[in-house]
């Protein structure tokens, strides 16, 4: 059911979102650059754990597999933390640091389940994105990166709303994956899906990028270096983004509850 009241903190054009989401970020922006450290210290030990190893190797693909879900591990607790934040200022309510903390590390472990969820079919369909090598026909990658970067919008608001959901346990693993779908695919919400979906690839873009650069000059730790900067930087404020949008679209399905301040045990 959708909030009297609510409509009126959370702005209706898509400018309006980002701002508020970026603006919910900064309101809290001392936790957040210290959850980025967070995430940068997960890459760096994870990076450093392991011995050195060419990509092209079994070791190497192994450190890879290893450093994605080190991240998926990290990135975790800022999803959560970020989008108790701004359902926080959505409700018109400044939620102290040390309560946010402390309730998105009791949503940590659903919101790390429903990410590796939506990082397993991100990986399926990468190849359908246009990043990096694909066998598709050039002609042909235009679409199919179009329509997968969509589905990678959709598939980041799983993480908020996980985060966010009343209900604990497994269950809001899969409630929170399917109201992500059911949310984003209404009709008038298909500009604003476009948008998310382009906010949610950019890091991606910018870290294929930098890795194709540092491959090319030979950099050591190539992968790294690409990838864990990029990430630590990026995912406090794009998680804002996706958070401000997940929850425009349950407002725009008539499906947007009062947001509730973080409480410590609930």
């Given amino acids: 059911m959708s909030a009297a009241g609510e409509s009126d903190r959370l702005p209706h054009s898509i400018r309006g979102l980002v701002g508020f989401a970026l603006s919910a970020w900064f309101a809290n922006a001392p936790l957040y650059l210290a959850l980025a450290l967070f995430v940068f210290a997960v890459w760096t030990i994870a990076e450093y754990a392991l011995p050195l190893a060419k990509l092209d190797t079994p070791s190497g693909e192994l450190k890879v597999w290893v450093l994605q879900y080190a991240s998926i ?18 409700a018109g309510s400044a939620a102290p640091a040390r309560r946010l903390a402390a309730v998105a590390f009791e949503r940590w472990l659903p919101v790390i ?17 246009g990043l990096g090598t694909t066998p598709i026909p050039r002609p042909f990658i ?5 329509l997968t970067w969509i589905l990678w919008g959709i598939l980041a608001v799983a993480g908020p709303l996980v985060a966010l959901s009343t209900t604990r346990g497994a269950f809001s693993v899969f ?3 399917g109201r992500a779908f059911a949310v984003s695919l209404q009709r008038d919400n298909f500009v604003r899906l476009c948008v998310l979906g382009v906010v ?13 650069a540092l491959t090319q000059q030979h950099v050591p730790r190539g992968f790294y270096w690409a990838n864990a900067p990029v990430d630590a930087v990026t995912i406090g404020p794009v998680s804002a983004i996706v958070t401000a949008f997940a929850l425009d679209f349950a407002r725009r399905a008539g499906l947007l509850e009062e947001p509730k301040p973080p409480e410590n045990g609930g």
């Fill in 73 to 90: 591990f990290a990135d975790a607790l800022v999803i959560a933390a970020v989008a108790l934040g701004v359902a926080a200022r959505a």
């Fill in 113 to 129: 389940a429903v990410t590796l969820l939506t990082f397993t079919i991100s990986f399926v369909t990468a190849e359908f994105s």
């Fill in 142 to 146: 235009y679409v199919t990166a179009a």
């Fill in 175 to 177: 409630i929170g994956f």
């Fill in 200 to 212: 949610v690839v950019l890091p991606m873009v910018l870290q294929t990028a930098l890795f194709n």
